[in-house]
Every structure is written in structure tokens, then in C-alpha cells.
């Protein structure tokens, strides 16, 4: 059994770009899963694109997105810390990790305060 809510953690990333500052950001992020990790690519407080480090895209090698003006991109992130099935014997225990990413549908308000707001599994402990 995957057991992902034990095992992993999934981060779920809204990247959008700041007219005012000419510049990519992370709006707002959300996570769930016990797994003690965090984002790759920063979070949406001290370390966004405007606060931090600047973002120009984000993603690994070659595959790295960029939202444009008046968008966002949903980017995924998916880890998983496997267990070998006789403990360590053979393999230690690894954590694999995933991406993706998806551009939001069209006609969405971008504002503050509407999108990402108000649910219960910000990435407070990571």
C-alpha cells in the first residue's frame, strides 16, 4: 500500500507574474501529506520571487515554466519516501520525486484575496 498521506507530501504552486514588478512569483501554495519537505523552488512568504531569491521559472533541466501576464501556472509537486519491503536489507529507504505543470483555464481573477485563500492545508510545517 502507497500509504501517500504518511509517505509523501504533494505541493501545489501558483505561479503568476507581478506587472508592478516585472517579475514571476509563487501566489500561493498548498500541501498535504506528513512527509517533511518543501518546495524546490521557494514558498509564498519569505521567499516568493518578490521577497527572496528571484524566480525567472521554475522546474528541473530543460522543462522549466513561466506563467505570463494575466496567468498563472499550477505546478505540482509530488514526493514520496519508498520503504524497501525487507527494511534496508537490499536498498535503503529513497524519496522520489515528481512534476508538473498546467496552466490555469482562461477568465480567472488573478486579484489578491480570491484565488488560494481560506483552505486548511497551507505548507506551514514545511
Same mark, same amino acid.
Request: hydrophobic share 35%.
Given at each position: 500500500?502507497? *500509504?501517500?498521506?504518511d509517505?509523501? #507530501?504533494?505541493?501545489? /504552486?501558483? !505561479?503568476e507574474?507581478d /506587472?508592478t514588478e =516585472?517579475? @514571476?512569483f509563487?501566489?500561493? @501554495? #498548498?500541501?498535504?501529506?506528513? !512527509? *517533511?519537505k +518543501?518546495?524546490?523552488?521557494?514558498n *509564498? &512568504?519569505?521567499?516568493?520571487g !518578490? %521577497?527572496g *531569491?528571484?524566480?525567472t521559472?521554475?522546474?528541473?533541466? &530543460? @522543462?522549466k515554466?513561466?506563467a505570463?501576464e494575466d496567468? =498563472?501556472?499550477?505546478?505540482?509537486e509530488? $514526493?514520496y519516501?519508498?520503504?524497501?519491503? $525487507?527494511?534496508t536489507l537490499?536498498?535503503?529507504?529513497? &524519496?522520489?520525486? #515528481?512534476?508538473a =505543470? $498546467?496552466?490555469? #483555464?482562461?477568465?480567472r %481573477? !488573478?486579484?489578491?484575496?480570491?484565488t488560494? &485563500?481560506?483552505? /486548511? +492545508? =497551507?505548507?506551514?510545517n +514545511?
Amino acid at each position: 500500500m502507497i *500509504d501517500l498521506a504518511d509517505n509523501g #507530501r504533494v505541493i501545489l /504552486t501558483s !505561479l503568476e507574474y507581478d /506587472t508592478t514588478e =516585472a517579475k @514571476q512569483f509563487i501566489h500561493w @501554495q #498548498r500541501c498535504v501529506g506528513d !512527509l *517533511d519537505k +518543501s518546495s524546490d523552488y521557494g514558498n *509564498d &512568504t519569505t521567499n516568493n520571487g !518578490l %521577497n527572496g *531569491d528571484e524566480i525567472t521559472a521554475i522546474g528541473n533541466g &530543460t @522543462q522549466k515554466v513561466s506563467a505570463a501576464e494575466d496567468s =498563472a501556472v499550477m505546478f505540482a509537486e509530488v $514526493f514520496y519516501k519508498h520503504k524497501g519491503l $525487507f527494511g534496508t536489507l537490499f536498498i535503503d529507504d529513497i &524519496t522520489m520525486k #515528481r512534476e508538473a =505543470a $498546467f496552466i490555469i #483555464r482562461d477568465d480567472r %481573477n !488573478l486579484d489578491p484575496g480570491i484565488t488560494g &485563500t481560506g483552505g /486548511t +492545508s =497551507a505548507c506551514s510545517n +514545511s
